[in-house]
Structures are given as C-alpha cells and as structure tokens.
C-alpha cells in the first residue's frame, strides 16, 4: 500500500509539473467550469421560473440545486481526475503501445488510471460551493455534521461507481478497439444526473438506479445533505459500489487477455 501511495504522489507531482507549464490553462479552465456550471443550473431556473409550473415532486428549488451540486462536483471529478488517464489506454491499445505499462513492476489498472491528472479541473469545486452555498441560503439552513459525513461517504461511492464504469467502458476496447462513440454516449447519459430521480419513471428510473445508478451518484448525496436518506439506502449504496468495482475489476483483468501488442 505505502508503495502505491508513493506511485501516487509521483503522478500528481508529475501532473502539477505539466500544469504549471501551462498555466493560461486554468484562466480558460476557469471561464468553462463557469459557463457549465450556467449550463447545469439555468435548466432549474426554467423548471422553477414560473408559479404555474409545477417544479420537480418533492423537491423545492432550493434542494433541486443541492443535486446540482452535486452533479457540478461529480463532473469535475471525472474530466479532472478519471478520464484523462483512462481515455489515453484508448490510444495506447489502438497503437500497440500498452506494453510499457504491462511489462512495469505494478498494477496496471493503477498505472493507467492515475497516469495524468487534470489539476486546473479543481476549480470545479469552487463553483460546486458556490452553488452549495446559494442552495442552502434558498432552504433556510445548512446541512447537519452527520449529513456532511454522510455526504462524503456517498460522494466516495458516486467516484468508485464512476471509476467502475469508465472500466468496463475502456475494458470494451479491447475488443472492440473504436469505443469513442461508446464514451460520448455515456457523457450524455451522465447529463441526466443533474436532475433528482425522481423526475425518471418505471424502467428509465430502475436503469438509472441499478445499471447506470446516477441517483446514487448526485441524488442520494443531496438526499443525505437534506437529511432524509435512510440508513438502508446507505447500506445498500456502499454495498453495491464495491460490487460494482469487483466486477469492473474482473473484466479489466479478463479483457487484458484480448490485447494484442504492436509486435504481437
């Protein structure tokens, strides 16, 4: 483990150093987390605009925003810290080149995963506060100690779930090779979890909650940040997201088997 965590910090160093030689990067990185997280919140001010709409069942437009929060967080997680390692195994299968991390004295899903990181994305989580704050000064009061540790129970539950399923993405070029489409597709799937769940009905909100479980990714964090999530949900969430990776994990390990090196 400690030699894990020593690859880590290397990886992060190496990333900081690659960020800092550009560092206009996070001035546009900054006006794009900006003009997302307009994106995000704008659709809730058309829902909620009007006293003749009805708004989203159950939820005020202040808990609303919580969930997106919690989307505007989650997403920089993913551009920032899951998808630039992961979306460079595509090119290295394509090319043949997957050798030079397969033939290294560590895991390879580890090598692969934390290869870069996007730092400038941090500034994610400044708009996801501020968006954090307004929701709360809508509601009248802010969440309790215990719905902030749950929160952050949960939200390491949404990045695991993500992590898995950008796996078993990533896993599918290996046979496959062009997977692009693929992981568009899922981005856009990913949108839908700036909404509660409860605006998704019958099959579309089973497929949300279990295949691709975006509720427990942003819902179930505001849920617990409002303080109404049950502690079974809570349970269930933890339990499902390691079952979730150990599946990922195995198809990665078996999908491994399918690659064909540039010299193979």
């Not at 215990?146 to 898995?164: E, H, I, K, P, R």
């Not at 896993?171 to 899922?186: C, E, G, M, P, R």
């Not at 088997?257 to 193979?264: D, I, L």
Request: aromatic share 14%; with cysteine; glycine share 8%.
């Amino acid at each position: 483990m400690t030699r894990y965590l020593r690859l880590l910090g290397l990886q992060l160093r190496t990333s900081a150093l690659l960020a800092a030689q550009y560092r206009f990067d996070f001035f546009v990185d900054a006006a794009i987390s900006l003009f997302w997280t307009a994106t995000a919140v704008v659709p809730l001010f058309v829902v909620y605009g009007e006293e003749t709409r009805p708004g989203i069942p159950g939820w005020s437009f202040g808990e609303a925003l919580v969930v997106t929060a919690c989307f505007i967080l989650l997403q920089g997680v993913l551009d920032g810290a899951i998808n630039p390692g992961l979306q460079a195994v595509i090119d290295h299968i394509r090319k043949g080149t997957l050798d030079f991390v397969l033939l290294k004295p560590a895991d390879a899903q580890f090598l692969v995963s934390t290869s870069r990181f996007m730092l400038w994305r941090v500034f994610s989580l400044v708009t996801s506060g501020i968006v954090f704050g307004i929701a709360f000064h809508q509601i009248g009061h802010g969440p309790s100690v215990l719905g902030v540790l749950t929160a952050l129970v949960l939200f390491a539950v949404a990045t695991l779930l993500l992590y898995s399923l950008w796996i078993l993405i990533i896993s599918a070029a290996f046979i496959v090779v062009k997977v692009d489409n693929l992981t568009y597709l899922f981005s856009s799937i990913f949108d839908a979890a700036r909404w509660p769940s409860s605006v998704f009905r019958g099959a579309v909100k089973f497929f949300f909650t279990f295949v691709i479980p975006l509720a427990v990714m942003t819902t179930f964090p505001a849920e617990a940040l409002l303080g109404r999530l049950a502690p079974m949900t809570l349970v269930s969430s933890i339990g499902g997201a390691f079952v979730f990776a150990a599946v990922a994990r195995r198809i990665w390990l078996r999908s491994i088997g399918h690659y064909t090196s540039a010299g193979g």
